[in-house]
């Protein structure tokens, strides 16, 4: 049987590199990565979910086209496999365009900020940051989230959310004009 080796950042950031190069549209690159994440190997859909969520944090809407997809495969991934499906939710945070898109990922982001895992609590917290800089119904809940987080939170915990604020409120700020 043969184990693969893990999937360190250098890695990571090659197939960033790697596919950020390609000329868009990139179909090749983008077929691959999709044909990764429906993989049945938990290895190689974690490695594509990361991917995923490196290259729409560089290009946000990068993999709009795949937003649903994105959310159903999060949906679907067993909890155990929560470092890809913490991957998954914020690829799709970065890649839903509608209204519909960013509510059904919002209810299926919201228990992991419950989590008793810190990662999950971390990686759900910015999940549900990015999907509320958009969608102004979700703002008000998710900046009492972030404000408690940065006083009360783990260190991953404020992390994020003195990341994640200032996103919100800009938003905010915008939506609000004074």
Not at 128 to 153: C, Q
Request: aromatic share 4%; with cysteine.
């Amino acid at each position: 049987m043969v184990v693969p080796r893990s999937w360190k950042n250098a890695d990571a950031a090659a197939a960033t590199r790697e596919f950020l190069l390609q000329t868009p549209p990139r179909r090749a690159a983008v077929r691959d990565l999709m044909n990764e994440l429906l993989s049945e190997s938990p290895f190689d859909r974690r490695c594509a979910a990361d991917l995923a969520r490196r290259i729409s944090a560089r290009q946000p809407g990068i993999l709009r086209r795949y937003a649903d997809v994105l959310i159903d495969l999060f949906a679907e991934i067993p909890l155990a496999q929560w470092q890809t499906r913490g991957y998954l939710s914020m690829a799709a945070a970065l890649n839903a365009s509608t209204h519909a898109q960013r509510m059904r990922l919002a209810l299926l982001v919201r228990p992991m900020v419950a989590d008793p895992r810190n990662a999950v609590r971390a990686m759900g917290l910015e999940s549900l940051a990015l999907v509320a800089v958009p969608e102004p119904a979700l703002r008000d809940e998710v900046l009492h989230i972030l404000e408690r987080a940065r006083r009360e939170g783990t260190c991953a915990m404020r992390s994020r959310a003195c990341r994640m604020l200032p996103l919100v409120l800009a938003a905010e700020a915008i939506a609000i004009p004074e």
